[in-house]
């Protein structure tokens, strides 16, 4: 199993990047899929969810909502992270993550059972 993540850079305040992950999983339907982050000197945080249906619910930590979406492409195995209006403290190494159970995702995050390697994302002011 691999989960593999791309799409960080470095941008400017205000900008926007898109954030993919690739996964390798047997079934990608059978997995509620979400991005954390890691800023410098801190721990890893949730940001975004989405559960196994493509189109289906989503759910984002409040410090993003409305500025970014989480979506998946079940037919590409793939999720991603639209990430609009960037601000300086978005700058973090991003991690994609899947599991089975959604409230794992969102809540119970030391019982996810998958990580992606992470990808950087730093934001200039």
């Known amino acids: 199993v691999q989960l593999q993540a791309s799409g960080g850079g470095l941008v400017q305040a205000g900008d926007s990047l898109r954030l993919s992950c690739a996964a390798s999983?047997?079934?990608?339907?059978?997995?509620?899929m979400g991005w954390f982050r890691q800023a410098p000197g801190k721990e890893r945080k949730f940001v975004a969810a989405?559960?196994?249906?493509?189109?289906?619910?989503?759910y984002y930590t409040d410090s993003v909502k409305g500025r970014f979406t989480i979506s998946r492409d079940n037919a590409k195995n793939t999720v991603y992270l639209q990430m609009n209006s960037l601000k300086a403290e978005d700058t973090a190494v991003y991690y994609c993550?899947?599991?089975?159970?959604?409230?794992?995702?969102?809540?119970?995050?030391?019982?996810?059972?998958?990580w992606g390697q992470g990808t950087l994302v730093t934001v200039s002011s």
């Open positions: 989405i559960i196994r249906r493509s189109g289906g619910s989503t």
């Open positions: 993550a899947a599991d089975k159970t959604f409230h794992n995702i969102v809540v119970e995050n030391s019982r996810i059972g998958y």
């Open positions: 999983l047997p079934a990608f339907t059978d997995y509620a």
